[in-house]
């Protein structure tokens, strides 16, 4: 006897309902390949002492925050140092800038590199002539980003607060974010990511400040954190997070669902120790900064399936054939 049409019906419904759980579940896709690392402890060619945020520049290049080197060290997407430039603060030898977060900001060609230990950002060319630099009311700033109207927002851990500034360097506005703001992530959307080193979350504010969405807390489970530092979107707006305390970074699709994640504490390939930022190119390659172990790491998305993709024929013959009651 044919099966009526609408049993029918409802049996593809639930299979494609059955499909969406699976994106979430068993499309928490393969973390990414190990390809290479470069840098060791030290300051000579190759060397890095702290590094803390990357940025990819349009010229193909990533521009890393060297941060007990007081540098600025640009490599290309191989590993292959090209060129540094000192980050120098006010001049007061006794008082190192530490640079820690670096922007590109396409409305201006500048670079926006943040001095932790000297409470400013400061404004250079790509290919490292300062400029000039600003900060009223800054205090321990973190990262920094810029949006495509060229407004510079910095993460100033010292105070919990997000605030924006003007090209310029003036003070346009600033909102709280409790727990030591420390990494920022502007979405094409033009919302903003914010993570709280201390209360172990990931926030997603408009640019004026009024809170979206939050998760996290602190642990050791799937979505929870330990000191959550560096963020990166991909094309598909899934949400990389470095979960420094953890030495591992996480996955989240767009609304914060969990998705995967890769890494252990060591030195070897894939391991992290103390990692600080994550950033991704359009090649399908993923760099992650480890403050601790002096080095970069790269991986590879690239002929990585996702785990739906590879299963779901199986699941799908099992469940037409058994139906709901026979799993």
């Avoid at 495509?148 to 997000?162: E, R, T």
């Avoid at 004026?208 to 929870?224: E, F, H, Y």
């Amino acid at each position: 006897m044919l099966a009526r049409p609408w049993c029918r019906c409802a049996l593809f419904t639930l299979v494609w309902a059955t499909s969406a759980i699976l994106a979430r579940a068993a499309f928490a896709d393969s973390p990414p390949v190990f390809v290479t690392m470069w840098g060791s402890l030290g300051s000579g060619q190759g060397q890095l002492d702290h590094p803390e945020f990357v940025v990819l520049a349009p010229d193909g290049l990533l521009y890393l925050a060297d941060q007990h080197n007081n540098r600025v060290v640009v490599y290309t997407r191989n590993g292959q140092q090209v060129s540094e430039f000192p980050v120098l603060g006010p001049g007061n030898p006794d008082e190192p800038p530490h640079p820690t977060g670096i922007a590109y900001n396409a409305a201006t060609g500048l670079l926006y590199v943040s001095e932790h230990h000297t409470h400013r950002i400061s404004a250079f060319t790509l290919s490292g002539t300062y400029l000039y630099s600003f900060g009223e009311g800054v205090l321990y700033p973190v990262e920094v980003e810029c949006d495509p109207s060229g407004f510079i927002y910095v993460a100033s851990s010292g105070n919990d607060l997000v605030m924006k500034f003007a090209p310029d360097g003036s003070l346009l506005g600033s909102w709280t974010v409790e727990g030591a703001p420390y990494g920022l992530l502007l979405s094409p959307g033009g919302t903003i990511y914010v993570t709280g080193f201390y209360n172990a979350q990931v926030r997603k504010y408009t640019t004026g400040g009024q809170l979206l969405q939050a998760w996290g807390s602190s642990g050791t489970g799937d979505g929870q954190f330990q000191q959550p530092e560096g963020m990166w979107a991909d094309a598909h707006g899934n949400l990389y997070v470095v979960d420094a305390g953890n030495n591992r970074v996480q996955k989240f699709a767009p609304d914060g669902a969990f998705l995967t994640k890769w890494g252990s504490m060591g030195s070897g390939p894939g391991q992290f120790y103390g990692l600080s930022d994550v950033i991704g190119d359009g090649d399908d390659n993923i760099y992650v900064v480890e403050w601790s172990n002096h080095r970069m790491q790269k991986f590879t998305n690239s002929g990585v399936t996702p785990a739906l993709a590879r299963s779901w024929g199986s699941l799908k013959s099992q469940y037409l054939r058994a139906g709901p009651q026979g799993r």
